[in-house]
């Protein structure tokens, strides 16, 4: 692979301090070796710097301020500067090809994050890949497979819709567009509890209002929450993680975008919170199934619908649209969550009364 990891910015053009120091010298016709003499360090010494072979040390930027009257923060700056330039240049002249490649698993995460302009918008590879290394917090891109996740993540490993790029990427956008969410000090799960009716009836509200009144009811229990947009390759529920402060952080997609499918993750998120699957992060598939998943599926059901009600309903097998609106009302309930629970369940057709199945189209 043919590499153009300069970006317009030749090895030439990165200043060592001693080229400011001999403008310095010239500019006041002193001799390096009368510098030598002001400085008390030796000619050779002085003339490595000046040839840019040794660095400014801040030992010396002290002796430049008491022989040259300029300040030693100048001289540390400047050498502070040049250092930096330099590894920046070295870093992106030695990335690998491994890391380049990488770029192609990440590119609509890419996209997305120049669009939020956490990136800029150019065409260098070595480039985006600086930028992802500071965004994703890791020094090599391909080290990330060897991060360990949830336990959730493990059983998903012969999954082959995962990419662990993509997936990483994704848990770290939820990380970075939360984390200046104003919440209270710490997470409160009783207050969550008693909460939840009040939850339930947010689903009456237009799609423009969900998102506000649930950050705010979730920040009043300590839990940071965003609706974030879902990539290929991470097929996730939900991103749960508790942070040091001892809060949460909640973060969903909508993969499907209908609101029936919404409401019960969302609960089911809720019921991981409640239940403490909640230890470190939390890593939420729709296709994991085990007796953590199973417990929270059976809180997210009987929370929107009552399970002794729906046995009684789906027994009288009548299922018109004014049936399911009065059940729906009786259970608290948007009729879109009857109506999807019915349709999952295959008790009616994905198209019956498809017309009535909200869609959000938020993230």
């Known amino acids: 692979m043919e590499k153009e990891k300069i970006i317009g910015l030749s090895r030439d053009f990165i200043i060592h301090p001693g080229d400011t120091l001999t403008e310095v010298l010239e500019d006041r016709e002193m001799s390096q070796k009368e ?16 040839n840019g072979m040794k660095p400014i040390s801040v030992a010396f930027a002290k002796k430049l301020e008491y022989a040259l009257g300029i300040e030693a923060t100048f001289w540390i700056n400047l050498q502070s500067n040049y250092d930096r330039e330099l590894l920046e240049f070295e870093e992106m002249n030695n990335i690998s090809d491994e890391e380049i490649s990488v770029l192609k698993n990440l590119k609509e995460v890419i996209e997305y994050w120049s669009e939020l302009g956490w990136m800029k918008k150019e065409d260098n ?16 891109l391909t080290d990330i497979p060897n991060l360990t996740y949830s336990a959730a993540f493990r059983t998903q490993e012969k999954n082959n819709s995962i990419d662990a790029y993509v997936l990483f990427a994704w848990q770290r956008m939820c990380e970075l567009l939360s984390k200046d969410i104003e919440i209270a000090d710490e997470i409160d799960v009783e207050k969550l509890r008693e909460k939840i009716p009040e939850i339930k009836q947010i689903m009456f509200k237009s799609a423009d209002k969900v998102q506000k009144e649930l950050d705010k009811i979730f920040a009043e229990c300590g839990i940071a929450f965003r609706i974030v947009k879902n990539f290929k390759g991470a097929p996730v529920q939900g991103f749960i993680k508790k942070t040091e402060d001892d809060n949460i952080v909640l973060c969903m997609t ?41 417990k929270a599926d059976r809180f997210a059901r009987n929370t929107l619908i009552p399970s002794s009600e729906y046995e009684k309903f789906v027994k009288k097998s009548d299922y018109s649209l004014s049936a399911i609106k009065e059940f729906s009302d009786k259970c608290g309930v948007s009729s879109f969550i009857v109506i999807g629970r019915l349709m999952k369940e295959s008790i009616i057709g994905w198209d019956y009364y498809s017309s009535e199945r909200v869609r959000y189209k938020w993230a």
């Open 254 to 294: 909508i993969r499907n975008s209908f609101a029936d499918i919404f409401w019960f993750t969302l609960f089911h998120e809720i019921a991981h919170i409640i239940h403490g699957d909640t230890k470190n992060r939390f890593i939420d598939f729709d296709s994991v199934s085990s007796e953590t998943e199973l």
């Open 35 to 50: 510098l030598a003499i002001r400085t008390g360090m030796t000619e050779k010494h002085v003339s490595t710097i000046v």
């Open 125 to 140: 590879s070595a480039a985006k890949v600086l930028d992802l290394r500071k965004l994703m917090g890791i020094s090599d």
